[in-house]
Protein backbone atom coordinates (compact mmCIF):
# COMPACT_ATOMS: atom_id res chain seq x y z
CA UNK A 1 0.00 0.00 0.00
CA UNK A 2 1.55 3.18 -0.99
CA UNK A 3 0.35 5.20 1.50
CA UNK A 4 2.33 7.43 4.18
CA UNK A 5 1.27 8.09 8.01
CA UNK A 6 3.13 9.95 10.52
CA UNK A 7 2.25 9.33 14.38
CA UNK A 8 3.42 10.98 17.20
CA UNK A 9 4.11 9.77 20.29
CA UNK A 10 4.37 6.61 18.54
CA UNK A 11 7.46 5.03 20.41
CA UNK A 12 5.14 2.97 23.29
CA UNK A 13 1.21 2.27 24.68
CA UNK A 14 -1.84 3.44 22.17
CA UNK A 15 0.98 4.91 19.16
CA UNK A 16 2.92 1.62 18.73
CA UNK A 17 0.34 -0.35 18.50
CA UNK A 18 -1.49 2.11 15.99
CA UNK A 19 2.51 2.08 14.39
CA UNK A 20 2.38 -1.66 14.19
CA UNK A 21 -1.48 -1.65 12.72
CA UNK A 22 -0.66 0.46 10.26
CA UNK A 23 2.13 -1.39 8.98
CA UNK A 24 0.61 -4.40 8.79
CA UNK A 25 -1.08 -2.46 5.97
CA UNK A 26 2.00 -2.07 3.87
CA UNK A 27 2.56 1.77 4.72
CA UNK A 28 5.10 3.97 5.07
CA UNK A 29 5.09 4.77 9.01
CA UNK A 30 6.65 7.97 10.43
CA UNK A 31 7.76 7.42 13.73
CA UNK A 32 7.84 10.57 15.94
CA UNK A 33 9.24 10.02 19.38
CA UNK A 34 10.71 12.65 21.99
CA UNK A 35 12.94 11.07 24.53
CA UNK A 36 12.21 7.05 24.40
CA UNK A 37 14.54 6.70 21.26
CA UNK A 38 15.26 2.51 22.36
CA UNK A 39 11.76 2.14 22.19
CA UNK A 40 11.11 3.51 19.19
CA UNK A 41 13.70 1.93 17.36
CA UNK A 42 12.32 -1.54 18.51
CA UNK A 43 9.04 -0.04 17.43
CA UNK A 44 10.27 0.84 13.59
CA UNK A 45 11.94 -2.96 14.04
CA UNK A 46 8.53 -3.97 14.18
CA UNK A 47 6.72 -2.52 11.77
CA UNK A 48 9.14 -3.65 9.42
CA UNK A 49 8.53 -6.98 10.51
CA UNK A 50 5.09 -6.76 9.62
CA UNK A 51 5.67 -5.32 6.28
CA UNK A 52 5.78 -1.56 6.16
CA UNK A 53 8.42 0.77 6.14
CA UNK A 54 9.51 2.82 9.33
CA UNK A 55 11.12 6.26 9.47
CA UNK A 56 12.31 7.51 13.27
CA UNK A 57 12.03 11.70 13.74
CA UNK A 58 12.80 12.59 16.92
CA UNK A 59 11.19 16.11 17.92
CA UNK A 60 8.78 17.60 20.50
CA UNK A 61 5.22 18.25 19.06
CA UNK A 62 4.51 21.05 21.52
CA UNK A 63 7.72 23.24 19.92
CA UNK A 64 5.76 24.78 16.23
CA UNK A 65 8.87 24.46 14.15
CA UNK A 66 9.90 20.97 15.86
CA UNK A 67 6.57 19.94 14.29
CA UNK A 68 6.62 21.52 11.19
CA UNK A 69 10.62 19.59 10.00
CA UNK A 70 8.89 16.51 11.37
CA UNK A 71 5.98 16.84 8.57
CA UNK A 72 8.59 18.06 6.41
CA UNK A 73 10.80 14.84 6.69
CA UNK A 74 7.75 12.63 6.24
CA UNK A 75 7.39 14.78 2.64
CA UNK A 76 11.20 14.55 1.78
CA UNK A 77 11.72 11.38 2.65
CA UNK A 78 8.12 9.76 1.05
CA UNK A 79 6.85 12.76 -1.42
CA UNK A 80 3.47 12.80 0.37
CA UNK A 81 1.52 12.61 3.99
CA UNK A 82 -1.70 10.45 3.62
CA UNK A 83 -2.48 10.12 6.91
CA UNK A 84 -1.83 12.30 10.67
CA UNK A 85 -2.33 10.56 13.99
CA UNK A 86 -1.96 13.40 16.92
CA UNK A 87 -1.42 10.57 19.62
CA UNK A 88 1.43 12.47 21.80
CA UNK A 89 0.26 13.30 24.98
CA UNK A 90 1.42 13.30 28.68
CA UNK A 91 -0.36 13.68 32.18
CA UNK A 92 0.74 15.92 34.71
CA UNK A 93 -2.43 14.87 37.55
CA UNK A 94 -2.64 17.10 40.92
CA UNK A 95 -5.72 18.43 42.38
CA UNK A 96 -6.30 21.83 41.12
CA UNK A 97 -5.75 24.15 44.86
CA UNK A 98 -2.19 22.17 44.28
CA UNK A 99 -1.69 21.84 40.33
CA UNK A 100 1.19 23.94 39.48
CA UNK A 101 1.26 26.62 36.74
CA UNK A 102 4.11 24.84 34.67
CA UNK A 103 2.26 21.51 34.98
CA UNK A 104 -0.82 22.96 33.14
CA UNK A 105 1.10 24.78 30.51
CA UNK A 106 2.85 21.47 29.80
CA UNK A 107 -0.17 19.31 29.21
CA UNK A 108 -2.05 21.92 27.19
CA UNK A 109 1.31 22.40 25.23
CA UNK A 110 1.97 18.78 24.64
CA UNK A 111 -2.01 17.94 24.39
CA UNK A 112 -3.39 20.38 22.84
CA UNK A 113 -1.33 22.45 20.88
CA UNK A 114 0.86 19.37 19.50
CA UNK A 115 -1.98 18.31 17.67
CA UNK A 116 -2.84 22.02 16.59
CA UNK A 117 1.05 22.22 15.47
CA UNK A 118 1.33 19.10 13.47
CA UNK A 119 -2.12 19.64 12.01
CA UNK A 120 -1.24 23.16 10.80
CA UNK A 121 1.99 21.64 8.79
CA UNK A 122 0.15 18.45 7.57
CA UNK A 123 -3.35 20.25 5.86
CA UNK A 124 -0.19 22.40 3.41
CA UNK A 125 0.00 19.08 2.00
CA UNK A 126 -2.95 17.78 2.68
CA UNK A 127 -4.46 20.41 0.44
CA UNK A 128 -2.46 20.61 -2.87
CA UNK A 129 -3.13 16.59 -2.72
CA UNK A 130 -6.81 17.28 -2.22
CA UNK A 131 -7.34 14.08 0.28
CA UNK A 132 -5.72 13.35 3.61
CA UNK A 133 -6.95 11.77 6.79
CA UNK A 134 -6.15 13.28 10.46
CA UNK A 135 -6.91 11.43 13.33
CA UNK A 136 -6.73 13.15 16.61
CA UNK A 137 -6.24 10.68 20.13
CA UNK A 138 -9.13 12.79 22.87
CA UNK A 139 -10.21 10.69 25.92
CA UNK A 140 -13.69 10.16 27.85
CA UNK A 141 -11.69 12.44 30.34
CA UNK A 142 -12.63 14.93 28.01
CA UNK A 143 -16.17 14.17 27.77
CA UNK A 144 -16.91 12.94 31.36
CA UNK A 145 -13.84 15.16 33.19
CA UNK A 146 -12.13 13.41 36.09
CA UNK A 147 -11.34 14.80 39.65
CA UNK A 148 -7.42 15.81 39.47
CA UNK A 149 -6.96 15.76 35.24
CA UNK A 150 -8.12 19.19 35.22
CA UNK A 151 -5.29 19.98 33.15
CA UNK A 152 -5.65 16.81 31.05
CA UNK A 153 -9.76 17.40 30.67
CA UNK A 154 -9.47 20.59 29.66
CA UNK A 155 -6.59 19.40 27.09
CA UNK A 156 -8.83 16.44 25.39
CA UNK A 157 -12.03 18.19 25.42
CA UNK A 158 -10.10 20.96 23.21
CA UNK A 159 -9.06 18.37 20.98
CA UNK A 160 -12.68 17.23 20.60
CA UNK A 161 -13.82 21.03 19.67
CA UNK A 162 -10.62 21.83 17.31
CA UNK A 163 -11.32 18.04 15.62
CA UNK A 164 -14.93 19.79 14.27
CA UNK A 165 -14.07 22.99 13.12
CA UNK A 166 -11.10 21.41 11.36
CA UNK A 167 -12.83 19.16 9.76
CA UNK A 168 -15.23 21.95 8.73
CA UNK A 169 -12.84 23.96 7.13
CA UNK A 170 -11.19 21.13 5.57
CA UNK A 171 -13.71 18.58 4.37
CA UNK A 172 -14.24 20.66 0.63
CA UNK A 173 -10.17 19.68 -0.32
CA UNK A 174 -11.00 16.15 0.71
CA UNK A 175 -9.80 15.57 3.88
CA UNK A 176 -11.41 13.78 6.46
CA UNK A 177 -10.98 14.69 10.48
CA UNK A 178 -11.53 12.71 13.60
CA UNK A 179 -11.31 11.92 17.31
CA UNK A 180 -10.96 8.32 18.63
CA UNK A 181 -11.66 9.09 22.62
CA UNK A 182 -10.46 5.80 24.73
CA UNK A 183 -11.33 5.20 28.38
CA UNK A 184 -9.09 2.89 30.42
CA UNK A 185 -6.55 1.36 28.26
CA UNK A 186 -3.88 -0.94 29.09
CA UNK A 187 -0.42 1.07 29.04
CA UNK A 188 2.46 1.81 31.85
CA UNK A 189 0.52 4.75 32.53
CA UNK A 190 -2.58 2.51 34.05
CA UNK A 191 -0.05 -0.10 35.28
CA UNK A 192 0.87 2.01 37.21
CA UNK A 193 -1.99 2.38 38.89
CA UNK A 194 -3.05 0.59 42.50
CA UNK A 195 -5.34 -2.21 42.68
CA UNK A 196 -7.90 -0.79 44.21
CA UNK A 197 -8.09 1.90 42.07
CA UNK A 198 -8.38 -0.42 39.19
CA UNK A 199 -10.75 -2.69 40.72
CA UNK A 200 -12.79 0.79 41.33
CA UNK A 201 -12.41 1.89 37.72
CA UNK A 202 -13.49 -2.27 36.65
CA UNK A 203 -17.13 -1.15 37.99
CA UNK A 204 -17.98 1.67 35.77
CA UNK A 205 -17.04 -0.49 33.16
CA UNK A 206 -20.33 -2.43 31.70
CA UNK A 207 -17.86 -4.43 29.16
CA UNK A 208 -15.62 -5.65 32.93
CA UNK A 209 -12.42 -5.14 31.40
CA UNK A 210 -9.39 -2.29 30.89
CA UNK A 211 -9.01 -1.63 27.01
CA UNK A 212 -6.37 -2.91 24.96
CA UNK A 213 -3.72 -0.75 22.68
CA UNK A 214 -5.03 -2.64 19.83
CA UNK A 215 -8.69 -2.08 20.62
CA UNK A 216 -7.92 1.36 19.72
CA UNK A 217 -5.23 0.40 16.93
CA UNK A 218 -8.03 -1.11 14.89
CA UNK A 219 -10.69 2.17 14.99
CA UNK A 220 -7.50 4.27 14.22
CA UNK A 221 -7.38 1.73 11.34
CA UNK A 222 -10.63 1.93 10.15
CA UNK A 223 -10.64 6.17 10.21
CA UNK A 224 -7.34 5.78 8.41
CA UNK A 225 -8.76 3.61 5.62
CA UNK A 226 -12.21 2.63 5.40
CA UNK A 227 -14.85 5.21 6.69
CA UNK A 228 -14.79 7.47 3.39
CA UNK A 229 -18.37 9.51 4.56
CA UNK A 230 -17.48 9.89 8.30
CA UNK A 231 -15.68 13.24 8.99
CA UNK A 232 -16.05 15.87 12.54
CA UNK A 233 -16.78 13.01 14.72
CA UNK A 234 -15.76 11.18 17.86
CA UNK A 235 -15.45 7.57 18.35
CA UNK A 236 -15.08 6.38 21.79
CA UNK A 237 -13.84 3.54 22.57
CA UNK A 238 -14.43 2.75 26.58
CA UNK A 239 -16.30 -0.24 26.77
CA UNK A 240 -19.27 1.51 27.68
CA UNK A 241 -17.53 3.80 30.46
CA UNK A 242 -18.88 7.32 29.22
CA UNK A 243 -22.82 5.74 28.87
Partial sequence: MDKTCVITGASRGIGRQIALVLGEQGMNVVINYRGSREQAEETAAEVENRGGRAMLIQGDVADFQESEQLVKA???????????????????????????????????????????????????????????????IASVVGLMGNPGQANYAAAKAGIIGFTKALAKETASRGILVNAVAPGY??????????????EKILKHIPLGRLGQPSDVAEVVRFLSLEANYITGQVLVVDGGLAM
Fill in 74 to 136: CVDKFGRIDILINNAGITRDSLIMRMKEEDWDKVISTNLKGAFNCSRAAVRFMMKQKEGRIIN
Fill in 185 to 198: IQTEMTDALPDETK
